[in-house]
């Protein structure tokens, strides 16, 4: 009534269950507001949208997550989402990918997170920040402590933002996993995996870590091993859509050897062959006992 604006109806039956849930006694409840929702007819939120949503939930004691992706919430929206994260203190998820939000909006969430200590897990996947909003996130990972995990894959990130995050990485101690997927870099120099090398020798805390399409070859799963002889926290590694070659798996099968941490390895989508595919399976049949899943689809 205040902004005079339209109902949404699937906002609205939302909110609906929401109030039955409450009724029940249910706590800890993650309401979730998906774009790509068959429940409903197709009725997509929009920033405007998150203004009510904001009102509703700012002092709601019953909610503890919030997923609104694939909705066109945008940077008004994202204005409201962190207004949100500023008021609301038992937020502890927060999905917002493949929203439209721009660098702008990314620069509203990530300085609205230099006082939020509540938040656990945000995804901003799919939203184009670029390098400018990615330097904020970068600059939030300085001062936050209570982010854990965050992912900024399919965000445009620049080599700047990836090696600022990197680069912060190494003396923050909470983050445990985040997503890097699918920057926009230039060069052959593979900047940004020399410091993700770096970064992996000096932190001990990331548990997971996704570097898809990043343009990795030989020279950079080079640095990436040569930082998992002595990283003994990271158990899920991500370096799938690269061009890792078989001269590459003869390092990641050295490693392997030593490594008991990693669980979790994804290599799908790179230029392996079959001397790359023996030089592994020979490592994990004779040597490694600790990697419990491999992803190995190739073309």
């Known amino acids: 009534?205040?902004?005079?604006?339209?109902?949404?109806?699937?906002?609205?039956?939302?909110?609906?269950?929401?109030?039955?849930?409450?009724?029940?006694?249910?706590?800890?409840?993650?309401?979730?507001?998906?774009?790509?929702?068959?429940?409903?007819?197709?009725?997509?939120?929009?920033?405007?949208?998150?203004?009510?949503?904001?009102?509703?939930?700012?002092?709601?004691?019953?909610?503890?997550?919030?997923?609104?992706?694939?909705?066109?919430?945008?940077?008004?929206?994202?204005?409201?989402?962190?207004?949100?994260?500023?008021?609301?203190?038992?937020?502890?998820?927060?999905?917002?990918?493949?929203?439209?939000?721009?660098?702008?909006?990314?620069?509203?969430?990530?300085?609205?997170?230099?006082?939020?200590?509540?938040?656990?897990?945000?995804?901003?996947?799919?939203?184009?920040?670029?390098?400018?909003?990615?330097?904020?996130?970068?600059?939030?990972?300085?001062?936050?402590?209570?982010?854990?995990k965050l992912d900024l894959g399919d965000c445009d990130l620049g080599m700047q933002s990836v090696i600022a995050l990197a680069t912060v990485l190494t003396q923050n101690q909470t983050i445990k996993g985040i997503n890097l997927n699918r920057p926009i870099l230039y060069g052959e120099q593979e900047e940004s995996t020399v410091h993700l090398g770096h970064m992996l020798k000096e932190n001990h805390c990331l548990v997971e870590l996704h570097v898809c399409k990043h343009n990795i070859k030989n020279c950079g799963i080079k640095q990436l091993c040569d930082a998992l002889y002595l990283n003994r926290s990271l158990r899920y590694l991500d370096v799938s859509c690269n061009k890792i070659t078989r001269d590459g798996m003869v390092c990641l099968a050295d490693v392997l050897k030593s490594n008991t941490t990693l669980e979790v390895l994804d290599l799908s989508f790179n230029r392996i062959e079959n001397a790359g595919t023996k030089y592994l399976s020979e490592t994990l049949a004779s040597h490694n006992r600790s990697l419990r899943a491999l992803v190995w689809f190739y073309i």
Do not use: C
């Not at 995804?123 to 982010?147: V, Y």
């Open 1 to 148: 009534m205040e902004k005079s604006q339209k109902i949404n109806l699937f906002i609205l039956h939302i909110l609906q269950e929401l109030d039955e849930e409450i009724e029940k006694g249910s706590e800890g409840i993650t309401l979730n507001i998906a774009g790509n929702s068959r429940l409903m007819p197709e009725e997509r939120v929009t920033g405007e949208d998150f203004w009510i949503l904001f009102r509703i939930l700012k002092k709601n004691p019953y909610i503890n997550g919030l997923d609104v992706r694939y909705n066109f919430i945008s940077d008004v929206g994202a204005y409201y989402a962190a207004r949100l994260l500023q008021k609301q203190h038992n937020l502890i998820y927060l999905n917002l990918m493949f929203n439209d939000i721009g660098p702008e909006g990314g620069e509203l969430i990530a300085k609205a997170l230099h006082k939020n200590a509540t938040l656990k897990y945000l995804r901003m996947t799919g939203n184009k920040i670029e390098n400018k909003g990615g330097m904020f996130f970068a600059a939030m990972l300085q001062i936050n402590s209570s982010l854990e």
